[in-house]
């Protein structure tokens, strides 16, 4: 008999050797030194593939938690811990599963907060102290613990489960008692993206969708050649072709960008061979704007796509992209979008800053429906009371007023429920009661939160269905009035009885009508936007535009009619009406009170809405039944649940920029056998943060690899960002001169000019010898006679704006940190880096601009020596990336000697700008004459105060000897290991 696998913990692998490392071994740089071998470019089998990305992601895992232990502890986000409780699947000595109790700490207006609110895969460390260096966590009383965030409980608490390496022990402190330990715990690094890789890398071989792993071990470009020997649909194709390229034709694409849509189209149709499609991207050829078409056709073709990018910006400027393209093609309303799920983590993606993507939210979406599928408040409900108000409105007020006998008795309940509601609590006895009572718990109440038109209903419903009972239970029921004095009361205008205010029939009618067509917009507007179109037919959405408009319009004529004595209650029966003076407002009444009422019944009918009691049954439904999904290559993993509805094509945009073994999490999606890369391997690859594994090609692409095979791409070949005389060198120096310019960046009307002098023309390279280079404490090289330039010439560009008021947005790029830190500090906040200012100022490195562009580009090259030592300076794909940022203006600034005798692509550059008349010296400009002689003056000063500071028999001297020789140590070390900053 067959012994079923015991179930594993996903990634247990790559937790169990996290946990496995002891101090010493987290501190040594070189525990996976001789295990890390170079990736290669062919693999001999799927095994062979996968195993070769083991070690390198161990490794990789190891240099970033040594990394941010080294860096980062001090200032690293951490929390006292108030309780730590064995959890029912603890089960020694591995699956030490445990549940912590956080403290909060109060913030403003009685509000309590987690200082650190930890997420599933956070890996923390336990300390008897608040760490603030690598020694608190290995301290006598607790040696090293470490454990595993497993996730969060729903109900918003401060509990969290965990997976621990080691038994903790923790006494609480009682109240009064002044015995009791102290536990913190302290954020050390995420390892959820390389669980998810750890996962991928490590699939069951039996269940795993390798299609796409087969066609990519080696490559033969012969192979790409041709159409499928199979495929018998030509007649089909050609068609699918036809109305792919009638449908792009509104997009404004040019002709290549056309050809790499088609070909993807075309590609997706076959199913008897698995295909990897590149498309090559350099900076500005529209590469966003081809992808979101290309969406748009397979949307329309309703192919069941999944598209990834490395980073949340770049799912969210793609989702964005298309989004514009999508809304201006529906028909009804946002009928359709239901089609289209955005997914991943709220607050990473910052969705509070893009409300135009929120229809599309997975989180937003999941909330919205499960309001309108509460049975007590949401769809239907609201429909059955709308008919019955509309068909019955004089039983409806008798009804109503019935109850009002029990509303003085219970407002002091009512007062309470609304408290109960705003903070998302409820009383012992609310929460005691069942949903077959017909009264409202607490996991209803929990939905509110945030969403006020919900709290509303749901206060009503409570209140209602609370006399409901009280009423069935009395004995003896006692009239308040009878019934003809209550109408004629009430005719004559308000009254009370106790505290309750009764209102008249025409306020009853008005009241109710306006909560309920409140509450029937927010539905059908929900459904018909969060549905997907195979659940919720085009006509059903038709029908649910027409009621809101018909509610819209009996809303105004109930008003006008309501003023009209008597009016309200003629207007609402079917007899004919003999006022001939009202009668044609009474008549349109009627006629549209009938049809709105035949509208809801029929919409009563027509669909079926899903019985899902959870949110997750929410989400996985909204997941399994989109079109397009959108999302982070690493949050594809859940699509990997069980059920899950087979991926069709697989869409990865900034390919270049992701690890080849981060791309396997998508590409084993059940049904997968198609794939389309884009992206630039001349610009930035994946950030690697050990040296071991960036020697190893850990940080190359799948772009990049098949690239190097020789796979053949399909180039986007027309840059519509630079001015010519910016695009030129780039073009020529990493792209042969394929690219070429747009029509737009040849119109002379593109040609700004923001200063005056040939110096800040288009494009120059403006020369300052005078800099010196120096090391921060972190060995990162900055030059500080450059930062007095590059602020000078921000200020000229500021005061010219001030006189023309030419909108300038301006990037500062420097490929070293501790030089964009001078900058910005040189800076501090005299400008605004809001893009949406009329003059604003963005400093950051070359990698913080990958995907951005400014109109003008200031780039501080920093080194400035007499050997040429530019260290990573040289990098091509991080030049390539700084030249092309700029629309209008570029402006590099540095050391053209040090440049000229580097042998770099710096070197190029320096004589490219001579040959073209762009190379100016800075001093020839009086403005940066003087701050150049201003800071070299102050530089002197500082140099000569820390050497009399450093003259023996000073107190200092020793201590600043010491600091000398470190740096000139440092130094040395920084020069020989290329000078990264």
Known sequence: ???????????????????????????NKNLYRDKVKEIPDTFMSTDHYLKSFINPLLEETHADLYSNMMNSLRNAPSCEVLDVKISKDFKPPKDLLYNILLKKTREGDGESKLPYEPEAGDLIAFSDVKPKRVEDLNRPKMSYVIAVIQGRKDDGSARFPILSSKPVTFKKKMEGVREGDKLFVVYLTSLTTNIRIWKSLNMDKESANLKIIKTVLQIDPKDEEGDCGLCTYRGTQATTLLNAKAAIQSFGLDNSQEEAVLSCVKARKCVHRSSVKLIWGPPGTGKTKTVASLLSVLFNMKCRTLTCAPTNVAVIGV?????????GSLKYDSYGLGDIVLFGNRERMKMNDHEDLLDVFLDYRVDALASCLSPLVGWQAGLNWMINLLEEPEKQYEKYLDKLKDKNEESDDDNMLEEELETGSSSGELSSTEEKDGLITDKYLNKTKGNKHLKKLIVQTIKENKRKKMKDESSQKKNLLGSNDKVAKCQRGKDRIGEVTIWTFEEFVLKKYKSLAEQLDFCMTTLYTHLPTSYIPRDVAKKMVRALNLLQTLGGLLKTVAEIPGGLRDGLKESEVSLSKWKEHIHELQITKSVCVVILKLLRGSITLPNFAENYQIRTFCLKSAVLLFSTVSSSSKLHSEGMTPIELLVIDEAAQLKECESTIPFQLPGLCNAILIGDEKQLPAMVQSKICEKAGFGRSLFERLVKLGHKKHLLNIQYRMHPSISLFPNKKFYKGKVMNGPNVKNITYEKLFLKGNMFGPYSFINISQGKEELDEKCSSKNMIEVSAVAEIIAMLYREFL???????VGCISPYKAQ?????????????????????????????FQGGEEDVIIISTVRSNGNGSVGFLSNFQRTNVALTRAKYCLWVLGNGATLMNSGSVWRDLVLHSKVRGCYYDACSDKNLEKVIADASDELTTKLSAMSLSDKPGSSSSFKASGKVKNFKNNRAWFSSNGGRG
């Open 319 to 327: 989702a964005k992209r298309l989004m514009e393209l999508v809304r």
């Open 803 to 809: 006189d023309s008021k030419q909108r300038v947005r």
């Open 820 to 848: 964009v830190f001078a900058i910005q500090e040189k800076l501090g906040k005299k400008y605004s880096s809001d893009m949406e200012s009329d003059f604003s100022v963005n400093v950051r490195s070359v990698d913080g």
């Open 1 to 27: 008999m067959e012994i079923a696998k015991k179930k594993q913990r996903p990634g247990h692998g790559l937790i169990d050797a996290v946990f496995s490392w002891s101090l010493e071994d987290v501190m």
